[in-house]
């Protein structure tokens, strides 16, 4: 994680088992959230930069991370699977992190 994104390995997330390390290299705190979205839930970025809002259930959630540390969460991917990462974290000034690009979707892959 850094302002304001997230950077990971590969070009998808196995089903079953998965393990997300993380680490903050950014200079302020951050988050990651895990949700599994459904198939008729709009693309994530348009969900969070539009009027209107879905309910989500987060699947698992890092503590709060300052710069440098280092979190993490073990979970159950399904396959085929919609799944969001976002970072709810609010900046003192107002600034939300998940409107300026800390979130991503990715479907798991079969297992």
Known sequence: MAEYSFKYRGD?????????RVH?????????????????????????HGSERRMLTPLARTEI???????????NLVPNRRYALICFLREPDGLK??????????????L
């Open 97 to 110: 992190h998940e409107l300026q690009g800390m979130n991503a979707e990715f479907r798991s892959g079969s």
């Open 65 to 75: 991370l300052a710069p440098g540390r280092n979190g993490g969460f073990a979970v």
């Open 12 to 20: 998808h997330i196995p089903a079953g088992r998965a393990v997300f």
């Open 24 to 48: 903050n290299a950014g200079n302020v705190d951050h988050e990651l959230g895990l949700w599994p979205l459904d198939e008729d839930f709009p693309p994530i970025d348009k969900q969070l």
